[in-house]
Nanobody
């Protein structure tokens, strides 16, 4: 069973930075696309970044392009999310996921297994 453990969230002021990490297990990491979702209270889940396993092509949602960077370490089965120039609208619970591919910035057909997520709160 796929398992994800996210960490690194916290509270920062607007303009600050955070680095999130996700440790994945229970599947062959190299075989799947991996990415990040976020969900703010009262809003739908948003797929913000996805990286293809085949060639490393990375897709970014417009809302984070130029500010967030995803990277993966296949040897350690980890994926990181560097978030710079944070805005109050980035406040959300952040989850990593793995699936069959990327539908632009959204992990397609993700495993139906979600970690606890990590909370990011950005104050103005």
């Amino acid at each position: 069973e796929a398992r994800f453990v996210e960490s690194g969230g916290g509270s920062v002021q607007a303009g600050g930075s955070l680095r999130l990490s996700c440790a994945a297990s229970g599947f062959t990491f190299d075989d799947y696309a991996i990415g990040w979702f976020r969900q703010a209270p009262g809003k739908e889940r948003e797929g913000i970044l996805c990286i293809e396993s085949s060639d490393g092509t990375t897709y970014y949602a417009d809302s984070v392009k130029g500010r967030f960077t995803i990277s993966s370490d296949n040897a350690k089965n980890t994926v990181s999310l560097q978030m710079n120039s944070l805005k109050p609208e980035d406040t959300a619970a952040y989850h990593c996921a793995a699936g069959m591919g990327c539908a632009r910035s959204i992990v397609a057909a993700p495993f139906n297994s979600w970690g606890q997520g990590t909370q990011v709160t950005v104050s103005s």
